[in-house]
């Protein structure tokens, strides 16, 4: 059974228009993270969450927002997508201690038209 | 964190063992070293993770000598599903800290 859920596969959306995706987790994870990913490249980290307190990281585009409602959601905002920001979205989970891996989702693939 | 090099790329046919290596020349004392696989859309999946020395799951080996400035991948008897992206990590892993990839290394095994 899948662990870490993101929703939906695919989205579609219009320039400009804001879009959200989710991710859940099913096993009460202390850190979520979200990574953007671009063709043949490696995953970028946007920022993540350990509980409550967000961390972003620098160069992370204003653009993209996050929120983390309680331990098994998290959502990212994008509030204005741009044609540059069509990427496939990782969610990741881990439970927040030394020498423990991460668990990741299978990822949204966004389209920007 | 720790910036990690990896070879862009990895050739190799079925039923040998591939060797990727990963340099860190400033891994810090408290950092661990993590390899993940990624299949194309698909998210990275943790493959195996050491301290120093030799660690070896039913998947891989992962060898580290002593100065801790690099790492070996070992994947044995390689098949065609294990053409993937392969990606060192150095750091801390959980805790709060972050979880930064570097280019990672495309092996392709052929028949």
């Known amino acids: 059974d899948a662990m870490v859920i993101q929703n939906p596969r695919y989205q579609v959306t219009q320039f400009g228009k804001p879009v959200t995706l989710s991710c859940s987790q099913t096993l009460n994870h202390n850190v979520m993270y979200w990574y953007q990913q671009k063709s043949s490249q490696a995953p970028k980290l946007l920022f993540h969450?350990?509980?409550?307190?967000?961390?972003n990281e620098a160069d992370t585009p204003d653009n993209f927002q996050s929120r983390r409602p309680n331990t098994s959601f998290c959502f990212l905002d994008i509030r204005s997508p741009g044609l540059g920001d069509a990427a496939m979205y990782l969610c990741?989970?881990?439970?927040?201690?030394?020498?423990?891996?991460?668990?990741f989702g299978q990822g949204t693939r966004l389209t920007v038209v | 964190l720790a910036k990690t090099t990896q070879p862009i790329s990895m050739d190799s046919y079925e039923g040998q063992e591939v060797n990727i290596t990963c340099s860190h020349n400033?891994?810090?004392?408290?950092?661990?070293i993590t390899w993940y696989q990624q299949f194309p859309s698909q998210g990275p999946r943790f493959i195996i993770q050491g301290y120093k020395t030799k660690v070896t799951n039913e998947v891989a080996s992962l060898f580290i000598p002593a100065d801790r400035k690099s790492s070996t991948l070992s994947l044995p008897r390689v098949s065609l599903s294990d053409t993937a992206v392969y990606y060192c990590l150095v750091g801390l892993t959980g805790g709060g800290n972050k979880l930064t990839f570097g280019t990672g290394t495309q092996l392709k095994v052929e028949l």
């Open positions: 969450y350990y509980d409550k307190d967000f961390n």
């Open positions: 400033n891994i810090a004392t408290n950092d661990y």
């Open positions: 990741a989970t881990s439970i927040g201690t030394l020498n423990t891996e991460a668990f």
